[in-house]
C-alpha cells in the first residue's frame, strides 16, 4: 500500500485565519489612535468601552456590528458600538459613540447600526441608552449619510416612534452637534457632563460666520447652559461615574417598557427632620423649603430630581412612598414665592407624560399663588405655555392625587391638579386655602375704588375686615361641605393617606373620546 506525505496546509491556514481575526478583533476594541485616548484623558473623559463596562452587569454584553467598515483600519467598529446588555439583570439596548474614531462621527455604517438597535429595542420591548460623544455626521459622506429613507432622520423618527413605549435615556459626554442635537431633544431624560457635554445647531465659528455673533461653547451650548437656561438637560453631573450612576437609578425606578408597572421595592420611612406642622408657616406669604416637605413623607434614599436647576420655582421628581415609584409636581415657595412662570408649565408637561407613560402616579403638592401676570410673561406667551401643563395633566392616565398644602389660587389651582382635572382625591391640610385669588389681591381688586374715597384712618380697619370675610368665604371646611375637597388631614396623616389612596387607585383605567390624535398646545 502505498502512503503519501500528508499536506496540511489547510488547517495552517485556519490557524492563521484564527490568528488574523483575534488580532482584528482586538484592534477594533481598541479604538481609534492612542494620541485621541490621551486627549481624552485629560480632559476627565472615559473609553467608550469602560463606559459600558461600568453601566452594565460585568459579562452581560453581546455587541453587534463590530467588524463595520473593518476594511477601513481607521475606522474600527465605524465609530459607534451598538448592542444588549443588563442593568441590574434587565436587558438594555445601547448605542455608544467612540470618540477616539474620527471624532465619533457618523458615517453609512454608524447610522445602519443606530437604527438596528432601535428596532431591536421596539421588537424586545426594553429601554434604550444613548452615549453621546460625537461630531455629528461625516460631512464628507453626507449623500450616504444624511437625506434618504434610512439615513440620518430614520433615527430620529425611530426616537419619536418609541416615545412612551419604552424609555430612552440619553447621556451626552461630549458634544453632539447640528442634527445629532435632536437625540437628545427626543430622549425622556438628558444627562449631562459639565464642562464636556454640549449640543448646539451650529458652532460658534460657524454662528460667526453666518450671523455675525461672537459666543462661546459654554455661552450657546453648554451643559450648565442647557440644564438651567433651554431646558435640553435635565440632569447636570459634575463627571462620567455620576453620569453613570444617575442612569442607573433612573432605570431602578422606570418599568422595561409601558405595558409593565415600575418595579416596586421594600418600604424605607422618610428621612428623620421636623414635622411636617412645624415647616409650614401659618402666614401665606412666608416663604419655606417645599423640598423638606418632600422629605417629611418620602422613603428616605429615592428622591431622583428631573429638571432641578430649570424652572426651580416649580419642583419636579421620582421617589418611593412605600416602596412603590410617585412622581411629585410641587411648588417651591423659596423661589419667586412658587408663582408658575414661563418654563415652569413645560418642565411639568414633559415630566407628567413621562410618568403616564411608564404608569406611575402623580402626587401634586401646592403652594402655589397662580401664574405669573404681567406684559413681559404675557409677549413670552404664558398663556400658550400654561395650557400645555393643564393640557397633560387632563390626559395622563394614571392615580392623580393633590395635596394643598398650603394654599391653591387662580389657573394654578387648575395646573396643580384641582378637581376638574381627572383628579382621583384632594386632600387639604388645616392651613390650606383654594380661591381665585388671595385674600389681600381679592379685596384690592374688588373695593379699589371704595378703599380710595373712604378717609385715611378708616381703610386699614376696612380692608382687614373684607379680608377676614373673604376668607371666610373661601374656608377649607366650606369647600369641604361643597365637595370640592375630598378630605381635609392632619400633618401626622399625610404620608399614611397617600399611601392608602394610591394603593386603592392603582387599577384606574381611563377611557379618552374616540380621535386621530390630540391638538396639543405649543
Not at 440620518?152 to 425611530?158: A, D, H, I, R, W
Not at 450671523?211 to 461653547?217: L, S
Not at 418611593?320 to 418642565?347: E, H, M, Y
Amino acid at each position: 500500500m502505498s502512503s503519501y506525505p500528508k499536506n496540511n496546509s489547510h488547517v495552517a491556514d485556519k490557524r492563521k485565519d484564527q490568528s488574523s481575526y483575534e488580532l482584528e478583533k482586538e484592534r477594533i476594541m481598541k479604538g481609534g489612535k492612542e494620541k485621541y485616548h490621551q486627549h481624552n484623558e485629560a480632559k476627565g473623559k472615559l473609553f467608550v468601552r469602560e463606559r459600558l463596562d461600568r453601566l452594565f452587569d460585568e459579562g452581560s454584553i453581546v455587541e453587534d456590528g463590530l467588524f463595520a467598515n473593518s476594511e477601513d483600519h481607521d475606522l474600527p467598529a465605524d465609530a459607534c458600538l451598538t448592542g444588549i446588555g443588563e442593568i441590574g439583570g434587565r436587558p438594555v439596548c445601547f448605542l455608544a459613540a467612540d470618540s477616539t474614531v474620527k471624532a465619533g462621527s457618523w458615517g453609512p455604517k454608524s447610522v445602519e447600526k443606530n437604527i438596528r438597535i432601535q428596532e431591536k429595542a421596539m421588537e424586545l420591548e426594553i429601554p434604550i441608552l444613548y452615549l453621546i460623544d460625537s461630531a455629528g455626521a461625516r460631512i464628507t459622506e453626507q449623500l450616504d449619510v444624511f437625506p434618504g429613507r434610512r439615513q440620518g432622520g430614520k433615527v430620529f423618527y425611530n426616537e419619536i416612534q418609541m416615545s412612551g413605549s419604552v424609555p430612552q435615556i440619553c447621556i451626552l459626554f461630549g458634544p453632539s452637534p447640528a442634527g445629532a442635537a435632536y437625540v437628545p431633544a427626543f430622549s425622556d431624560l438628558v444627562i449631562m457632563v459639565d464642562q464636556n457635554a454640549s449640543a448646539y445647531l451650529g458652532s460658534p465659528r460657524m454662528v460667526e460666520m453666518a450671523i455675525g455673533e461672537k459666543t462661546t461653547m459654554d455661552e450657546m451650548g453648554g451643559a450648565k447652559m442647557h440644564c438651567s437656561v433651554s431646558g435640553l438637560g435635565d440632569v447636570l453631573v459634575s463627571n462620567e461615574q455620576e453620569a453613570i450612576d444617575a442612569c442607573i437609578s433612573y432605570l431602578r425606578l422606570m418599568p422595561q417598557n409601558f405595558r409593565e408597572t415600575p418595579p416596586e421595592a421594600a418600604s424605607v420611612s422618610p428621612a428623620q427632620g421636623r414635622r411636617l406642622e412645624d415647616i409650614v408657616p401659618l402666614h401665606q406669604n412666608s416663604p419655606f423649603d417645599m423640598y423638606e416637605f418632600i422629605d417629611g413623607i418620602i422613603d428616605e434614599g429615592t428622591w431622583f430630581e428631573y429638571k432641578k436647576l430649570f424652572a426651580p420655582e416649580l419642583i419636579t421628581g421620582f421617589c418611593r412612598i412605600d416602596g412603590k415609584v410617585t412622581g411629585v409636581v410641587a411648588n417651591q415657595p423659596k423661589v419667586k414665592g412658587g408663582t408658575l412662570f414661563v418654563d415652569s408649565p413645560d418642565k411639568a408637561a414633559r415630566f407628567i407624560k413621562i410618568c403616564s407613560a411608564y404608569r406611575i402616579p402623580l402626587l401634586f403638592l401646592s403652594d402655589v399663588p397662580g401664574y405669573m401676570i404681567g406684559s413681559k410673561v404675557e409677549q413670552s406667551g404664558i398663556i400658550r405655555h400654561g395650557a400645555k401643563m393643564i393640557s397633560a395633566l387632563s390626559e395622563a392616565a394614571v392615580p392623580k392625587m393633590l395635596l394643598v398644602v398650603r394654599k391653591c389660587y387662580g389657573a394654578g389651582l387648575y395646573a396643580m391638579a384641582g378637581p376638574a382635572f381627572g383628579t382621583d382625591a384632594v386632600l387639604a391640610l388645616p392651613s390650606a386655602s383654594i380661591a381665585v385669588m388671595g385674600p389681600q389681591a381679592a379685596v384690592n381688586a374688588v373695593y379699589y375704588n371704595k378703599i380710595q374715597e373712604l378717609p385715611e384712618e378708616e381703610r386699614e380697619a376696612f380692608v382687614a375686615a373684607k379680608r377676614e370675610e373673604y376668607s371666610q368665604n373661601v374656608n377649607i371646611h366650606k369647600l369641604g361641605s361643597e365637595l370640592i375637597v375630598d378630605d381635609i388631614i392632619g400633618f401626622d396623616e399625610v404620608r399614611t393617606s397617600i399611601q392608602k389612596r394610591f394603593y386603592l387607585y392603582k387599577t384606574k383605567r381611563v377611557t379618552t373620546p374616540e380621535k386621530r390624535n390630540a391638538i396639543h398646545p405649543v
